[in-house]
């Protein structure tokens, strides 16, 4: 039994902790009682049109709540639960929480088109993930248009025949699809080709210096490139200033996200942000002043 506990284990340090002062152990049973007793919260991360800038969509970013040990990032505790399985309760009950929410948005006036979840290879292969999401989307009552999944190149492209039936399974029911951190994986365009995606999603490692740095600009432009050439819509991830937005704009690339716009924010942030924002078209405006 320890020694079970022992494999399933990560160490790793709170984020702004000193190494020697912040070195602790995460465990199994820490995470499964996190899932049952609330201790997940979403953020939620606005997606603008960089031609229009007006808002087209959240993306959720899952945190752990500890009671002891405040906010843990995902790298945190992403790699755990992949490893012990938990992830298919998690990602069931990052769904769930997401698909609500968006519902909720929807009722209150409409402003944000889609909402976006991770999803982790492991919970993504399971046999019964299309089913359960359909279950999940029943229960909430949100139409499937209305939710975006985002998945990593290298995780589709690892199982690449089961990977495209699923997506087309998911493509079928209405769900939108995304390619996470583009670039970052090991790609074969002859797959990327057969993918039924709707969007690529260029990594920030690309973007932050895509201003200054010749090959970040090449490789970014030649993503816009590619994805428009296959009619994919494209988003950058990580904008942090306005130099790399003009950048991106002037380079045709459809949306960006990223700490210019807002840092991920809690649902009520959300409302917050958007009310007193400068960033989204009249209609949005009126769509919203109506809830209010
Ligand atoms: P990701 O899906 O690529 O999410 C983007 C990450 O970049 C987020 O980190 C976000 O906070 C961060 N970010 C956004 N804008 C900026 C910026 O302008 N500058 C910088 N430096 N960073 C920015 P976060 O929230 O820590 O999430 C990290 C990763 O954890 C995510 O990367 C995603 O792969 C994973 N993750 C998050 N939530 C979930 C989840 O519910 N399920 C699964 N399976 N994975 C998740
Ligand atoms: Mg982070
Ligand atoms: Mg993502
Ligand atoms: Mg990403």
């Given at each position: 039994k320890a020694?079970?506990?022992?494999?399933n284990k990560i160490e790793f340090y709170v984020e702004g902790m000193s190494a020697a002062l912040g070195s602790f152990v995460l465990l199994e049973n820490d995470l499964r009682a996190a899932i049952e007793h609330d201790q997940l919260k979403l953020l939620y991360q606005p997606q603008f049109d960089l031609q229009t800038n007006s808002l087209v969509g959240m993306e959720a970013l899952v945190r752990w709540q500890h009671p002891d040990r405040g906010m843990i990032a995902p790298e945190n505790f992403?790699?755990?639960?992949?490893?012990?399985?938990?992830?298919v309760e998690l990602g069931d009950w990052v769904l769930r929480a997401a698909c609500r929410q968006q519902k909720r948005w929807l009722e209150a006036g409409n402003y944000c088109q889609s909402v976006s979840v991770n999803l982790s290879p492991r919970q993504f292969r399971g046999d019964a993930f299309v089913q359960r999401l359909a279950d999940i989307l029943i229960e909430v009552e949100l139409p499937a248009r209305y939710l975006e999944l985002e998945i990593t190149e290298s995780s589709v492209m690892e199982h690449a025949a089961e990977s495209?039936?699923?997506?087309?399974?998911?493509?079928?029911?209405?769900?939108?699809?995304a390619i996470d951190d583009f670039g970052t994986g090991y790609s074969s365009l002859s797959y990327l080709k057969r993918f039924p995606i709707q969007k690529l999603k260029i990594d920030r490692s690309f973007i932050s210096d895509v201003a200054t740095d010749q090959n970040d600009a090449a490789i970014a432009k030649s993503i816009i490139n590619l994805a428009h050439n296959m009619a994919l819509n494209v988003v950058a991830e990580g904008v942090e200033?306005?130099?790399?937005?003009e950048w991106l704009r002037d380079k045709g690339c459809d949306m960006a996200q990223g700490y210019l716009y807002s840092r991920p924010l809690s649902a009520q942030g959300v409302?917050?942000?958007?009310?007193?924002?400068?960033?989204?078209?009249?209609?949005?405006?009126?769509?919203?002043?109506s809830t209010a």
């Open positions: 020694k079970e506990t022992h494999r992403i790699p755990l639960a992949e490893e012990t399985g938990l992830i495209i039936h699923m997506m087309n399974e998911l493509n079928g029911m209405g769900v939108s699809l200033n306005e130099l790399q937005a409302d917050e942000y958007l009310m007193a924002g400068e960033f989204f078209s009249q209609e949005n405006l009126g769509a919203l002043g």
